[in-house]
């Protein structure tokens, strides 16, 4: 399975497509896993999880900044997902680099894509962009 930057992941929000484009590349290698022996899939799950962590953090404190009125939701959207790759970390040191263990990955990473960056992200960013006028300010 390929995973590929698409215009459809775009928010207007350079910060946040910044970091989405580092998320995108990281979850390309995460479904490539066979290539890679155990310790090389800790490391990289260590690293997605810390993009991932920063890019929450990122798109909470710009919501809170303009008081996004689904914060609360998207911000469980985010610990649920945080779970998800503390529960695949927890599969990989039990089973290792085992079939299952890369579907489930691929099954995480795809929703995450499909779901959260074009349905819950694009909403986001459209309230982020009409309450300021221009992506631009956020960029300061």
Not at 93 to 119: I, N, P, Q, Y
Request: some cysteine; hydrophobic content about 35%; aromatic content about 10%.
């Amino acid at each position: 399975m390929k995973i590929r930057w698409e215009k459809s992941f775009t928010t207007g929000i350079k910060e946040i497509d910044d970091q989405h484009k580092e998320i995108v590349l990281l979850m390309g290698k995460c479904l490539n896993l066979d290539k890679l022996g155990k310790s090389e899939i800790r490391q990289l799950m260590k690293r997605a999880e810390k993009h991932f962590v920063r890019h929450f953090e990122t798109e909470e404190k710009i919501m809170k900044q303009y008081c996004y009125f689904h914060l609360r939701a998207h911000t469980a959207q985010h610990k649920k997902f945080k779970k998800e790759l503390n529960d695949l970390r927890e599969i990989l040191e039990s089973e290792g680099a085992s079939l299952r263990f890369s579907m489930l990955v691929g099954l995480v990473m795809s929703e995450w894509l499909t779901d959260h960056f074009r349905k819950e992200d694009g909403d986001f960013s459209v309230f982020i962009l009409k309450r300021k006028g221009s992506a631009e300010v956020l960029n300061n």
